[in-house]
T-cell receptor, first 110, second 115 residues
Framework: LAKTTQPISMDSYEGQEVNITCSHN???????ITWYQQFPSQGPRFIIQ???TKVTNEVASLFIPADRKSSTLSLPRVSLSDTAVYYC???????????FGTGTRLLVSP | DSGVTQTPKHLITATGQRVTLRCSPR?????VYWYQQSLDQGLQFLIQ???????AKGNILERFSAQQFPDLHSELNLSSLELGDSALYFC??????????????FGQGTRLTVV
């Protein structure tokens, strides 16, 4: 499994756009990038997944450059309720093994 | 509500005891995963089952064991409990094992406190 590196923490204010970058230098051809969100004392929740270029859903956007060695989760206009830990995972197209790193702790302030 | 049910929600027990945590996956999901999350620690992958068979093992102690039953529910057994086993234990389920049809849905967790 490709190792992922994310900032340990980030701070933002309500209404701002937040970009969390994940580094995965050893990503393989068949690997996808997936992001999960975890609120305190709750299980993680799937946010978004992509292979290359850009993916957007109602919650976030995921930007993946051509070399795929990094990815950026973009949260538009964050609110206090977006305060959570965000995990970047690299998953193989074969057998799935969900291995979480340390994640990025996002704190959104008023 | 993710559709994954974990029981009990809270459990307090003494050192040396044995407990069983139960997980009912979402309807139709064949794969079950177990995770341990200690205070201020990340999610540690313990073990995965698919349709009754063990598919992957992570950092699971020998004192811990799990199984998935024919009705697809799973149980995680923790024995000879130590104070350090106090943690949130999460179960997750997904439709299958083959990516990308594998978005995992997590339960609300069982908080285990060993005293």
């Amino acid at each position: 499994l490709a190792k992922t590196t994310q900032p340990i923490s980030m701070d933002s204010y309500e209404g701002q756009e937040v970009n969390i970058t994940c580094s995965h230098n050893n990503i393989a051809t068949n690997d996808y990038i997936t992001w999960y969100q975890q609120f305190p004392s709750q299980g993680p929740r799937f946010i978004i997944q992509g292979y290359k270029t850009k993916v957007t859903n109602e919650v976030a956007s995921l930007f993946i450059p051509a070399d795929r060695k990094s990815s950026t989760l973009s949260l538009p206009r964050v609110s206090l309720s977006d305060t959570a830990v965000y995990y970047c995972l690299v998953q193989n197209t074969g057998f799935q093994k969900l291995v979480f790193g340390t994640g990025t702790r996002l704190l959104v302030s008023p | 509500d993710s559709g994954v049910t974990q029981t009990p929600k809270h459990l307090i027990t003494a050192t040396g005891q044995r407990v069983t945590l139960r997980c009912s996956p979402r309807s139709g999901d064949l794969s079950v995963y177990w995770y341990q999350q200690s205070l201020d620690q990340g999610l540690q992958f313990l073990i995965q089952y698919y349709n009754g068979e063990e598919r992957a093992k992570g950092n699971i102690l020998e004192r811990f064991s799990a199984q998935q039953f024919p009705d697809l529910h799973s149980e995680l057994n923790l024995s000879s409990l130590e104070l350090g086993d106090s943690a949130l234990y999460f179960c997750a389920s997904s439709v299958g094992v083959e990516f990308p049809d594998t978005e995992a849905f997590f339960g609300q967790g069982t908080r285990l406190t060993v005293v």
